[in-house]
């Protein structure tokens, strides 16, 4: 784009790629009725594909006109935002300046960013991005916070640190979030241990040794996708075993 890139242009160019069919397939595929994760989310139906496109084009935006975004009802538009912080966070010509920008505006604005797709579009590159060369206390606040979005933010921010070869983070966070009672903790509690366990696996087997017996069965199911049939068998198992059970590293 020549001009300069703004909140309103960008949604008159979402509101030209309406439509009802999309809409339609959001309001199956996510919860939004009363007491849903999504209630109250308006979803004006336009393919997510088409989404970040859009926010490809627009990467330019400065931080205002992001906010301007994010305070958008229409949920494409915040997914917009977030993609767009995304895109400038991971640019090797962003400067620190902006990135922080971006971090404190992602945290600012955490209201706005109150789904699990949003979430899992900026956590890692816009918040784990800025922390992996600084202090990471600020992700164990949110992991305790009892906004479950916030919680999410937390183990979804260490996919930055999994991508510079450490794991400790992830590890340790999903440990604060074994309790959590909400399943969209769970699946991403899983997903990321799986994940670190990739380049590491010893310490993958050592943690569902800890906890597969009591950790919730969504969370161990994702944990364990990437080991052997065997493995897989032994660590559901110890969902009904007895605690004295010797877990699969030591066998």
């Given at each position: 784009?020549?001009?300069?890139?703004?909140?309103?242009?960008?949604?008159?160019?979402?509101?030209?790629?309406?439509?009802?069919?999309?809409?339609?397939?959001?309001?199956?595929?996510?919860?939004?009725?009363?007491?849903?994760?999504?209630?109250?989310?308006?979803?004006?139906?336009?393919?997510?594909?088409?989404?970040?496109?859009?926010?490809?084009?627009?990467?330019?935006?400065?931080?205002?006109e992001i906010e301007n975004l994010l305070e958008q009802d229409v949920h494409e538009a915040r997914?917009?935002?977030?993609?767009?912080?995304?895109?400038?966070?991971?640019?090797?010509?962003?400067?620190?300046?902006?990135?922080?920008?971006?971090?404190?505006?992602?945290?600012?604005?955490?209201?706005?960013?109150?789904?699990?797709?949003?979430?899992?579009?900026?956590?890692g590159r816009v918040v784990g991005g800025w922390l992996v060369d600084k202090p990471r206390d600020?992700?164990?606040?949110?992991?305790?916070?009892?906004?479950?979005?916030?919680?999410?933010?937390?183990?979804?921010?260490?996919?930055?640190?999994?991508?510079?070869?450490?794991?400790?983070?992830?590890?340790?966070?999903?440990?604060?979030?074994?309790?959590?009672?909400?399943?969209?903790?769970?699946?991403?509690?899983?997903?990321?241990?799986?994940?670190?366990?990739?380049?590491?696996?010893?310490?993958?087997?050592?943690?569902?040794?800890?906890?597969?017996?009591?950790?919730?069965?969504?969370?161990?199911?994702?944990?364990?996708?990437?080991?052997?049939?065997?493995?897989?068998?032994?660590?559901?198992?110890?969902?009904?075993?007895?605690?004295?059970?010797?877990?699969?590293?030591?066998?």
């Open positions: 784009m020549t001009e300069t890139p703004t909140a309103a242009a960008f949604l008159a160019r979402l509101d030209a790629l309406q439509s009802d069919e999309e809409q339609a397939k959001y309001r199956r595929y996510f919860k939004t009725g009363p007491g849903d994760y999504a209630e109250g989310d308006f979803f004006m139906g336009v393919r997510m594909g088409e989404v970040f496109t859009l926010g490809k084009e627009f990467a330019a935006m400065e931080p205002p997914s917009g935002a977030v993609k767009i912080m995304a895109l400038q966070a991971e640019h090797k010509k962003t400067t620190e300046q902006r990135r922080g920008e971006l971090y404190g505006l992602y945290l600012r604005r955490h209201d706005r960013i109150n789904n699990w797709d949003l979430v899992d579009l900026g956590a600020v992700l164990y606040e949110l992991a305790a916070s009892a906004n479950m979005w916030e919680r999410r933010t937390a183990i979804v921010a260490t996919w930055a640190f999994l991508r510079h070869g450490q794991q400790e983070d992830t590890f340790a966070i999903a440990e604060l979030l074994l309790n959590d009672k909400e399943d969209l903790i769970h699946k991403a509690l899983g997903g990321w241990v799986r994940d670190a366990g990739r380049s590491n696996r010893q310490r993958l087997l050592a943690f569902l040794d800890a906890h597969a017996a009591t950790m919730p069965r969504t969370a161990l199911r994702y944990a364990i996708e990437h080991l052997d049939q065997e493995q897989r068998a032994h660590y559901l198992g110890l969902k009904n075993a007895p605690p004295a059970s010797k877990g699969y590293a030591s066998m």
